[in-house]
Nanobody
Framework: QVQLVESGGGLVQAGGSLRLSCAAS????????MGWFRQAPGKEREFVAV??????????NYADSVKGRFTISRDNAKNTVYLQMNSLKPEDTAVYYC????????????????WGQGTQVTVSS
């Protein structure tokens, strides 16, 4: 049974940092994209960042709203993906979800087969 478990969310002041982790179990996803999405109350789930791996090289893509502030990384040996979030803003407040098993650098939620339960990130002003 495949499971994705996110951790690392919490309450932080604007300008602060958090690091989210998503540990996968049940199968490996090294050949597939893994991504982070977020969903604020009353809004649709939106793309944050995605990472794919091929030939020993990682490839990434970010939403414009987080470029230069967030960094996605993965450790295939640990079957884990991370999201380092710096310079956080109140508008980053949302539940953050990890997705796995998607096509190359996929940026829409519908392309992901597996999801974690989400972790709350709250940024106070």
């Amino acid at each position: 049974q495949v499971q994705l478990v996110e951790s690392g969310g919490g309450l932080v002041q604007a300008g602060g940092s958090l690091r989210l982790s998503c540990a996968a179990s049940g199968r490996t996803f090294s050949r597939y994209a893994m991504g982070w999405f977020r969903q604020a109350p009353g809004k649709e789930r939106e793309f944050v960042a995605v990472i794919s791996w091929s030939g020993g090289t990682y490839y990434v893509n970010y939403a414009d709203s987080v470029k230069g502030r967030f960094t996605i990384s993965r450790d295939n040996a640990k079957n884990t993906v991370y999201l380092q979030m710096n310079s956080l803003k109140p508008e980053d407040t949302a539940v953050y979800y990890c997705g796995a098993d998607a096509p190359w650098l996929h940026t829409t939620p519908s392309g992901y087969k597996y999801w974690g339960q989400g972790t709350q990130v709250t940024v106070s002003s």
